[in-house]
């Protein structure tokens, strides 16, 4: 997985890894920890494919699911 880092500066995955990720500890079983993993590690590995900007798509994908909870809170 760490492959999938290289264009992804140690700033942003520390952010993303100490801060966001942490926050899905709270949510159902199935979007929990392991699950954001999961969806990072396949949209890197993925986005490979493409000539996308890796720092968008990690933060995109890391995000994901917290979108979805807020938007939940508002119904």
Do not use: W
């Not at 264009?7 to 920890?33: C, G, Q, T, W």
């Amino acid at each position: 997985m760490e492959t999938a880092f290289c264009m992804i500066r140690e700033s942003l995955r520390n952010y993303i890894y100490n801060e966001v990720i942490p926050k899905y500890a709270a949510f159902d079983k199935a979007h929990r920890e392991d699950h954001a993993l999961t969806v990072i590690e396949r949209a890197l590995s993925m986005g490979k494919q493409y000539e996308i900007n890796e720092e968008m798509l990690l933060a995109a994908t890391a995000g994901d699911d917290k979108r979805r909870t807020a938007a939940q809170r508002l119904l």
